[in-house]
């Protein structure tokens, strides 16, 4: 579960700053699709994921 953690982590605050030489628009879409995912990431996962992160 802790890889799946880090690889979470990972997209969501590293490659951002990867994609800062792409425009505006394309980071706020970056955004859209990862706030998507991880909103369904998060409904998928069991409780006890939930708990630890807590």
Do not use: A, K, M, T
Not at 28 to 46: A, E, K
Request: with cysteine.
């Amino acid at each position: 579960v802790e890889n799946v953690i880090c690889i979470h982590l990972l997209v969501y605050f590293v490659l951002p700053f990867r994609l800062l030489s792409f425009n505006f628009f394309q980071l706020v879409w970056y955004r859209l699709i990862v706030g998507v995912f991880d909103i369904s990431f998060l409904h998928c996962l069991p409780e006890e994921y939930i708990r630890i992160s807590q």
